[in-house]
């Protein structure tokens, strides 16, 4: 794969500080562990009250990208694989943790949960990445 420049300009949908129509999610780094915390909205509803599988799917891959990002690593998603357990509904408190799985010199995977407060698991990926470098 060619390089690929990988720029932030503050608009990323997901935590993007200049976007004020995207997610704005906060992340932090804890044993080898990316983690932020969701509050879904309205706006990012499906049925009635029920969050799209879209939002869920580009969370738990921020969160995979983000902990890649700390660790100096810069990748692109090359594939993502989502498994949803649990409708997650708006206004609910969720927190989304990211690990590395297997660190190769060019694909690297790795897995994200979606979990309640309960610490029911509402959504889990499995991701491929490729190094861009």
Request: proline share 3%.
């Amino acid at each position: 794969m060619k390089h690929i420049p990988l720029c932030d300009d503050g608009f990323c949908f997901a935590c993007g500080k200049k976007n004020h129509r995207g997610l704005q999610l906060e992340f932090r780094t804890e044993n080898g562990r990316a983690i932020t915390e969701f509050i879904p909205h309205k706006v990012h509803q499906g049925f009635k009250d029920i969050v799209h599988g879209g939002i869920i799917t580009a969370v738990l891959d921020e969160t995979i990208m983000k902990l890649l990002l700390s660790q100096g690593i810069p990748a692109l998603t090359a594939e993502i694989a989502v498994r949803f357990r649990h409708p997650l509904f708006v206004g609910e408190k969720t927190t989304v943790e990211a690990e590395i799985q297997k660190m190769g010199s060019k694909l690297i995977e790795a897995s994200a949960l979606i979990k309640k407060q309960d610490n029911s698991v509402i959504a889990s990926a499995k991701a491929k990445l490729i190094r861009n470098a």
